[in-house]
Every structure is written in structure tokens, then in C-alpha cells.
Nanobody, 130 residues
């Protein structure tokens, strides 16, 4: 059974940093094989895509409002089943529950569109105070 678990959220002041982790288990192959997407959902708003990293090629994609501030990456040192989201220069508008997701495909095509993701984590809360 595929399971994704996010961690690393918390309360931080505006301008601060957090690193979120997405740990995977039960995958047919190592997480390295699959595209992983980070989403977020703020209270009262629709869920939105934030960033995507494709399979072992490691190509990264970001939505405009996080470019230059957020970095998505894979753990290539340890078990290879963790994807990170390093968030710098955080703003109050970044406050949301952050989720990682995958549909076990390799690439990030249409990750911010109507592509449906089958597997989701439970989310981790990020709160940025002004």
C-alpha cells in the first residue's frame, strides 16, 4: 500500500525558512522513479500546485509565486524515498497545509492542471506570521 507522510511544518516568522519532507513507503519502485508534486491549500481557498520534480532525471518545475524561494529536491544519499521542499523567504500568504502527491508517473506534465493524483499524504501545516 502506497503511503506518503509529510513532516517539517510549523510556525515561522515572515522571511524565515522551513524544510518539508515527504517520506514514501509501499511504492512499486524507489521514489526516485516517480514524479512527486507538492501542493498547498490555505483555509477557504482551493488547493494549488507548488512544485514538481520528475523521475531520476530530477528536472524541477515551480509555479511563479514560489520561483526563487522554494526548492524541491530528492534525497540521493540515504534511502532515496524522501522528497524535500526547502522554503525560504516565507511570506504570510504561504500559510497553508502542504501536501505531497504522486500518481506513479515519471514526468511533471500538467502537474498544475487537471491531472489527477492518486496518492496523497495527510499534509503538514505551515504558518507564517507577519
Amino acid at each position: 500500500q502506497v503511503r506518503l507522510v509529510e513532516s517539517g511544518g510549523g510556525l515561522v516568522q515572515s522571511g524565515g525558512s522551513l524544510r518539508l519532507s515527504c517520506d514514501a513507503s509501499g511504492l512499486p519502485e524507489d521514489l526516485d522513479y516517480y514524479a512527486i508534486v507538492w501542493f498547498r491549500q490555505a483555509t477557504g481557498k482551493e488547493r494549488e500546485a507548488v512544485a514538481c520534480i520528475n523521475n531520476s532525471e530530477g528536472k524541477r518545475h515551480y509555479v511563479d509565486f514560489v520561483k526563487g524561494r522554494f526548492t524541491i529536491s530528492r534525497d540521493r544519499v540515504n534511502a532515496k524515498n524522501t522528497v524535500y521542499l526547502q522554503m525560504n523567504s516565507l511570506k504570510p500568504e504561504d500559510t497553508a497545509v502542504y501536501y505531497c502527491a504522486t500518481d506513479l508517473n515519471y514526468y511533471c506534465s500538467n502537474y498544475g492542471g487537471d491531472r489527477e493524483f492518486k496518492y496523497w499524504g495527510q499534509g503538514t501545516q505551515v504558518t507564517v506570521s507577519s
